[in-house]
């Protein structure tokens, strides 16, 4: 078959990994435009673009999937089937009857739960102890097209959506090679999926990584490790930003009645919540480099006793 793959970062590499080993023609790959960060503003290119470049495959990076120029160029591609993981943008209509077997899209949930930009961290945030991949064939809605197959995978309760990330495209990308068969002998089995049981997720902003003292220690601790790759979690002392970079859960039940406060035990940083309390060991005031909280509460020893908000 005649295959196009859509994908940006690093952790859809794995995929395209696996259709470059397949027997399949991979005629071109799809990723994002080149991005200007950091303080120099330089530009930037995907994980996916350097990684298919280096091996001498054709890549485009269009600014919109919707200028009649590009489903020009991907109709005279003659693609038989396009395979889209982690693109980062929407893929028009005008574009899923292009191929002779549509488009396929692989989603790091178990469908219909968790639609949408953010699935692991939302997982994450409601303390789910296992998630999915799910390949499916896509249609015109916000992955709402049916299941062409799922695998599961168990949750530890110390890793991050970063790593949970990365293991689900892994798992994705052998997903994929494992139905392509089916497709081209006819034995495709799709399954709609039941609407009623659908949840969205939004997508993950700045400010959402601000903690509300006020939640419990435990769902602090999950923003942790849901945020930790980006934009981290953070609280807000005396007008600064105070980055919140390691932080362990105090096993206990006890409901406080001034969550945010700040009180040193046994050499530790404890943080009141309106359930539980956290110990942080490692922060960043905004502007200063990281410490452990022992330099950090030397250099601001009215931390102790105040009150985060």
């Not at 970079?245 to 009645?257: M, P």
Request: proline share 6%; charged share 25%; aromatic share 6%.
């Amino acid at each position: 078959m005649r295959l196009i793959f859509m994908g940006s970062p690093k952790f859809a590499l794995p995929v395209l990994k696996n259709l470059i080993d397949s027997r399949h023609d991979l005629v071109g790959v799809y990723t994002q435009p080149d991005k200007p960060s950091g303080r120099g503003k330089k530009m930037n290119s995907p994980a996916v673009k350097l990684f298919a470049k280096d091996l001498g495959f054709d890549v485009y990076q269009p600014s919109s999937l919707k200028d009649p120029k590009t489903c020009q160029e991907i109709s005279e591609l003659k693609p038989s089937l396009i395979i889209v993981a982690a693109y980062g943008k929407l893929i028009p209509k005008e574009l899923l009857s292009i191929p002779q077997y549509g488009c396929w899209n692989l989603h790091p949930s178990l469908l219909p739960e968790y639609r949408g930009p953010s699935p692991v961290v939302s997982a994450i945030l409601d303390g789910k102890t296992s998630t999915g991949v799910t390949l499916m064939q896509m249609d015109e809605g916000l992955d709402t097209g049916p299941i062409i197959d799922q695998e599961k995978l168990k949750l530890n309760i110390t890793g991050s959506a970063k790593e949970f990330t990365e293991k689900l495209f892994a798992m994705g990308g052998e997903l994929l090679i494992k139905n392509l068969p089916n497709l081209i002998n006819g034995n495709m089995i799709l399954r709609q999926q039941t609407n009623s049981l659908a949840t969205t997720t939004k997508l993950v902003k700045k400010s959402d990584g601000l903690i509300n003292w006020k939640d419990t220690a435990e769902h602090i601790i999950r923003m942790e490790r849901a945020y930790r790759n980006w934009p981290g979690i953070y609280t807000k002392w005396k007008n600064k930003t105070i980055q919140i970079l390691e932080i362990k859960n105090i096993k206990s039940d006890q409901v406080y009645e001034s969550p945010g406060k700040v009180e040193k035990l046994e050499n530790k940083l404890i943080v009141q919540t309106a359930k539980g309390g956290v110990i942080i060991s490692k922060l960043k005031m905004e502007g200063k480099r990281e410490v452990d909280s022992l330099d950090f509460i030397s250099g601001y020893p009215d931390f102790i006793n105040s009150q985060l908000q």
